[in-house]
């Protein structure tokens, strides 16, 4: 069996307590997705560089627990695996809190505003809401980017001790999506030191073009940034100038309030 890439390297750094076959039979449940929400046995061992044998083994584990069904060709995931993000969202009570004013601030600006964590060198968005508007970016929740090339990625980056900034930096593959897109790591460095001392950072036209994007921390009782919200939005509604004008006061003053509640909350 080859191992993919993620997994190879999951696997060179494992210890004792690693459980490989439960780190593979995660790698089953993702292999899963938007774009593939259907599977052969076949395909699965393909994505997941795993043997027919082996998937197969999975798959019949996961139909049995009930988190997969199989029609006799294809295998798809069942509305059970939806307690696996239950736990997350549930052990995490500043994004019940939030999702209010998140909405709030949408409906406000009468644009979208989300909120995202860190997930390794990966933004995970957690809460988002939509305005009333004919033309949205539609993110579902738990859509994954990486964090270099948002908004909000460079936020969260920025709230990184040094040494943890540098080495993400270091390891990250600055990947061309647009014309507009940073690639130098130099120019990455500055931005997302520019965004912890402003308590800001704006992302222009780096995963898509005529995307622009405002982000700003969320911080607990301690201080710690544990997310940041933004709002993003087309280039034919905003440009820089009012994002920072209209829609960072707006984020910063909802950042407020969800620090505030979570202290009452307690």
Do not use: W
């Not at 898509?208 to 982000?215: K, N, P, Q, R």
């Amino acid at each position: 069996m080859n191992p993919t890439p993620n997994e190879k390297q999951t696997e060179e750094g494992e210890g004792s307590d690693f459980v490989r076959s439960l780190a593979r039979g995660l790698a089953v449940l993702k292999a899963f997705d938007r774009d593939a929400p259907a599977l052969t046995l076949s395909e699965v061992a393909r994505k997941t560089g795993l043997s027919r044998a082996a998937a197969g083994r999975f798959l019949k584990t996961l139909v049995t627990l009930g988190y997969a069904a199989f029609d006799g060709r294809d295998y798809r995931l069942r509305p059970r695996v939806l307690e696996l993000g239950t736990a997350y969202f549930s052990s995490h009570s500043f994004i019940d809190v939030a999702s209010p004013l998140l909405k709030q601030a949408a409906d406000r600006a009468r644009e979208p505003c989300s909120m995202a964590v860190l997930d390794g060198a990966e933004i995970v968005y957690v809460v988002r809401h939509t305005a009333d508007r004919m033309m949205s970016i539609s993110i579902p929740i738990g859509k994954r980017y990486p964090a270099h090339s948002t908004s909000l990625g460079r936020i969260l980056m920025g709230a990184l001790p040094d040494d943890e900034l540098e080495a993400m930096i270091d390891a990250a593959e600055l990947r061309q999506v647009t014309p507009y897109t940073i690639t130098d790591k130099t120019e990455l460095r500055a931005l997302v030191l520019r965004g912890r001392n402003e308590g800001y950072s704006v992302a222009e036209s780096q995963l898509e073009v005529g995307i622009l994007s405002i982000a700003v921390p969320v911080r607990d009782g301690s201080g710690r940034v544990i997310a940041a919200i933004n709002m993003g939005v087309p280039s034919s509604r905003h440009d820089r100038a009012s994002l920072e004008h209209e829609l960072l006061p707006i984020l910063r003053e909802t950042a407020e309030e969800i620090e505030l509640a979570q202290s009452s909350d307690r």
